[in-house]
């Protein structure tokens, strides 16, 4: 049976603790720590004493830094030389026989709060645990927080905060887990020694620490900020800067007058490069390969070593583009003025705040830094064309110098001259890349090779090259159906399927407050009454909940159910600096026929209607009337989706037909889930009872894990690590259901 002790305590903590000495915590539990982690950890447990409850959590992470037995004697002697009578009290050590340790000096903690010498027997444990004060310099001696420290040019709180985050949970236990988010940055600033003011500048969405990346934040029902482990993990296998970088030798680029590009683009890039102080230069219409190449032949001007950033590197990949840019702006800063840099793959950022972006290219003007960017689809120019000093189309070739290259190669194969004016004439006719000649070169020198008569050769190219205009035919056509459909749409899956398409997505795992299935009945209703009665629709649908919990999904699936397709906006395709602009692009969305045809989707309502009482500007309060005005007269069936209900304006709450709040998923939806993405494992009892008991889950969270097995080794992809990086997953939402750690006000 477990042994319940319940007392009051002194003013520095709450008014009444409950104490329950069973079971194990689970951290720390023989946890192997370094010297630098057990001098931390000690530095934490001191500064907690007198300002945290004395739970079991907390008596049991002391008891890892401390021996509680020689604490238990300490007191003893201490409550007899304050003159106390000990035999009436459960301190007798006959009366203690059967007691363990933790037990026991709960019950000296008791019997020093019944007497008055709470904050002696406090002292005493400090005393005990002998923790460095100089906590700065401690964490500075540190390879890894030394490395960003000077990297990020983090002052001495900074770097303590974030070395509390990252070592907390490992350190603290449960202690730290069970913090919820009324005592979140009390505890790191009592934990620390730092008042909770400052914790809070330091923790700010603008502060060094999250705006670089390095804190994540995350603002949903409760708050929550973790360390960015990707970032941090890279800096602790003792990378740098430089190392997410390659550098190509420029000895070995192909001189630029070997490229076969228009002349004119050809003029303009070696300009840039040789004259101007600093450039920022795109190169799309071709293969990454190509683009390489000519972007080698452009560092090869300035006898410089490019040094070159793939984003689809596997470090990269997990990073917010935020981050990358920091790293970008850090490799600026750190390496030598009127360096070349080369980005591949800018495509994959959309998504780049353009506040962001701008800065980094005001860092590039200063430094003289050259940024020549790479992309196969040039639509990440539209957003950011004014930002750039050329966008130079490597796909298109000057003929003549097509011409030469294509004779030049040709010559040395063994064939009739009659084939190779065919070759030729198919090669302009088809508009084929000259970067991809190598391929038909090959199949071409593998014909000559079997010297056949000139009519069965001319026969099989001319099969060759049918083929390739149809496969080619295909291709543009495929092309021309994308381009058609809206913007939204184009280059990128709808938001709430799976990186494996739609396998995965099932209504009935969802939590909502209104069943997803009368959901999609009602949409069906409305759409069916409109059609009878020949009037428009007008039906609004509002989804709140945590992020991840499957509102932007079930709107998609939706779509799909009735046979609409998706209209969907997010506030950075509507905001513009510009006084006005931004009203004017709000009633566009709501006029949009296509829109008005389907379905408007906007993600995160909560940016166009905040509250107008918070407002500070009256343009702020002018967006949130113009939304209402057209969202009042909008027709048509709109969804409307937000992580925060509290922060909408009140008046646009009532003006949805639907409110549908989401939850977490259910025991059942969490085993649903955990076999329907991974269907050839094996789950132990065990693994999945520990899986349910150690948080809240999503479906958001399935699809994270799903992505982060795909990027490991075979030996690695183990059930076992699936529900651990579940288990992290749930606890990043701060979302469990938590009790309170009783901190004093």
Not at 136 to 154: D, G
Not at 214 to 231: A, R, T
Not at 507 to 536: F, G, M, Y
Not at 567 to 589: F, L
């Amino acid at each position: 049976m477990e042994n319940i002790v319940s007392f009051p305590v002194s003013d520095c903590l709450v008014n009444e603790v409950s104490l329950e000495i069973s079971g194990n915590s689970k951290f720390l539990e023989k946890a192997s720590l370094t010297s630098f982690e057990k001098n931390l950890g000690k530095y934490f447990i001191v500064n907690l004493i007198g300002k945290h409850s004395w739970t079991k959590e907390f008596v049991h992470v002391l008891s890892k830094y401390v021996s509680l037995e020689s604490i238990n004697l300490e007191l003893i002697k201490l409550f007899n030389a304050n003159q106390i009578n000990s035999s009436s009290n459960h301190c007798n050590a006959s009366s203690s026989e059967n007691l363990n340790i933790e037990e026991l000096f709960i019950q000296n903690i008791q019997y020093a709060v019944r007497h008055d010498l709470i904050n002696a027997v406090n002292n005493s444990i400090k005393e005990n645990l002998m923790a460095p004060c100089d906590i700065a310099n401690l964490i500075k001696k540190e390879e890894l927080y030394k490395i960003i420290f000077e990297l990020y040019k983090l002052n001495e709180k900074e770097i303590t905060v974030l070395v509390f985050l990252d070592l907390a949970e490992k350190l603290l236990g449960d202690v730290f887990l069970l913090w919820t988010n009324e005592d979140f940055l009390k505890g790191i600033g009592y934990s620390l020694d730092i008042p909770l003011e400052e914790i809070k500048i330091i923790l700010d969405i603008s502060s060094n620490l999250v705006s670089s990346g390095l804190v994540k934040f995350i603002d949903s029902y409760e708050l929550s900020y973790f360390v960015n482990k990707e970032l941090i993990d890279f800096f602790r296998k003792g990378k740098s800067i430089r190392d997410i970088f390659k550098i190509k030798n420029i000895k070995i680029s192909l001189p630029i007058e070997a490229s076969l590009i228009e002349s004119k683009h050809k003029e303009l890039a070696r300009f840039l490069i040789e004259y101007s102080q600093t450039c920022q230069i795109v190169l799309y219409g071709t293969t990454r390969k190509q683009l390489l190449n000519f972007a080698f032949s452009l560092s090869s001007l300035k006898k410089k070593n490019p040094f070159i950033l793939n984003l689809k590197d596997q470090l990269l990949s997990k990073l917010e583009n935020k981050v990358i840019f920091r790293l970008l702006s850090l490799a600026v800063e750190q390496f030598d003025e009127d360096s070349i840099f080369i980005i591949s793959n800018i495509c994959l950022l959309n998504s780049i705040n353009k506040k962001t972006f701008n800065s980094f290219i005001n860092l590039c003007y200063k430094r003289n830094a050259k940024i020549i960017w790479l992309t196969v689809k040039p639509l990440f120019l539209k957003r950011y064309a004014s930002q750039f000093n050329a966008a130079i189309d490597v796909g298109k070739i000057d003929p003549k110098n097509a011409l030469i290259f294509y004779n030049l190669n040709l010559s040395h194969l063994d064939l009739c001259e009659k084939i190779k004016e065919r070759v030729i004439k198919y090669l302009f006719k088809t508009n084929f890349p000259v970067y991809n000649f190598h391929n038909i070169f090959q199949f071409l020198s593998q014909i000559s090779q079997q010297h056949m008569p000139d009519e069965i050769v001319e026969t099989i190219v001319n099969a060759y090259f049918k083929e390739m205009m149809e496969i080619d035919a295909l291709s543009s056509n495929k092309k021309e159906k994308i381009e058609r459909l809206p913007s939204n749409f184009r280059n990128k899956k709808p938001k709430g399927e799976s990186n494996h398409g739609t396998e995965h997505y099932s209504i009935e795992v969802l939590r909502t407050s209104i069943d997803a299935s009368k959901i999609i009945k009602s949409v069906q209703n409305v759409i069916a009454q409109s059609s009878k009665n020949h009037k428009p629709i007008d039906f609004k649908i509002l989804f709140y909940g945590p992020p991840g919990s499957g509102k932007t999904a079930l709107a998609y699936h939706i779509a799909q159910t009735v046979g609409k397709k998706i209209v969907s906006y997010h506030y950075s395709d509507i905001a513009d600096a510009y006084i006005g602009q931004t009203e004017s692009n709000i009633a566009k969305m709501f006029r949009n026929q296509k829109a008005r045809e389907n379905i408007l989707l906007i993600d995160e309502i909560d940016s166009f209607l905040f509250k107008r009482k918070n407002a500070l500007r009256m343009w702020e309060v002018s967006q949130v009337n113009e939304f209402l005005t057209q969202m009042e007269q909008y027709q048509g069936i709109f969804i409307a989706t937000t992580n925060n209900l509290s922060l909408l304006d009140e008046a646009v709450i009532r003006r949805f037909q639907q409110k549908v709040e989401f939850f977490e998923l259910s025991n059942e939806g969490v085993i649903t889930l955990l076999h329907t993405y991974f269907p050839n494992m094996v789950f132990s009892d065990e693994a999945v009872e520990r899986l349910l008991k150690s948080g809240s889950y999503y479906p958001s969270d399935f699809q994270v894990v799903e992505r982060n097995m795909l990027v490991l080794d075979p030996e690695e992809a183990t059930a076992e690590n699936v529900i651990n990086m579940l288990i992290n997953e749930g606890r990043s939402h701060n979302n469990a259901k938590q009790r309170p750690i009783g901190f004093s006000a």
